[in-house]
């Protein structure tokens, strides 16, 4: 006869989450750099952040109006292409030399996961660039001249504008990172399902409000201080970035 009591099922609400502290994002950063340092395949992954600032440089010239909605991209595409850097960083974890095709097939095995989680924040994108671009419209009755955008956005009478579209993009940009902070190392490390990711990621967040919102905000100074010298910094800023993600989720869930 078996006295054992019955285990309750596993699920994404009695998973067992750390709790952080504020130096924690330092030091994920140290192991971020730390990884970077020990491969050159962090460098084709910089390359093409680099590509994708200029990109963005590009259309700013052409279409000023959609530099701010495209932007957004950033925050959605930055995760999924950092899925081959999470690859490389666990490579590194388990002792094994890590290479750029297998970082770049790291999503074979989860692709149907991953597949799901990119349409959930591809609506968040397309709600997002809809929002950018109304607060744009209404705020403008004719495009601003593309040479002196920043001049024009910034001036005293546009204030009204810059409010409304930080107040929106800050909500939209809360929620993309609150949902993914996690979510993409742990379907890759743990091939689970998207929702189960994500609300973990939110459990994550939730738990460690403090940490988690000083993490999110020394991300977006270190990309916009990469942004700044014609976007060479994401070639570096970009990849640790993305490792010291994965030392994230290797602390905030702890191993099995």
């Known amino acids: 006869m078996n006295d054992e009591e019955p285990q309750p099922p596993s699920s994404v609400f009695n998973l067992q989450l750390a709790e952080l502290n504020a130096g924690d994002p330092l030091r994920w950063l140290r192991l971020g750099w730390a990884d970077f340092v020990r491969t050159p395949v962090g460098l084709f992954y910089g390359m093409c952040f680099f590509l994708m600032g200029h990109a963005l440089l590009l259309v700013f010239r052409t279409a000023p109006a959609y530099v701010l909605a495209l932007s957004a991209g950033f925050l959605l595409l930055g995760p999924f292409l950092c899925l081959g850097l999470y ?16 970082s770049l097939l790291a999503w074979e095995q989860t692709k149907g996961s991953i597949a799901i989680f990119a349409g959930v924040l591809l609506i968040l994108e397309m709600l997002w660039g809809r929002a950018s671009l109304v607060v744009f419209a209404v705020s403008f009755s004719t495009v601003p001249d593309a040479h002196n ?4 956005l910034l001036a005293r009478e546009n204030l009204e504008f810059l409010i409304t579209y930080t107040l929106v993009g ?4 809360g929620l993309i990172f609150v949902t993914s902070a996690i979510s993409i190392p742990m379907i890759l490390d743990r091939q689970t399902d998207a ?7 939110i459990r994550a967040c ?18 916009v201080l990469a942004m700044l010298p014609w976007f060479l910094g994401l070639i570096v800023v970009g990849p640790v970035v993305g490792h010291a993600t994965w030392h994230a989720y290797r602390q905030a869930v702890p191993a099995r």
């Open 149 to 152: 955008l920043p001049g024009q």
């Open 195 to 201: 929702i189960s990711a994500s609300l973990t990621s």
């Open 87 to 102: 690859h490389v960083s666990r490579a590194l974890e388990e002792g094994h030399p890590p290479s750029l095709p297998d």
């Open 206 to 223: 939730l738990q460690n409000p403090g940490v988690m919102a000083w993490w999110g905000a020394l991300i977006t100074l270190l990309v």
């Open 170 to 173: 800050g909500v939209f940009a």
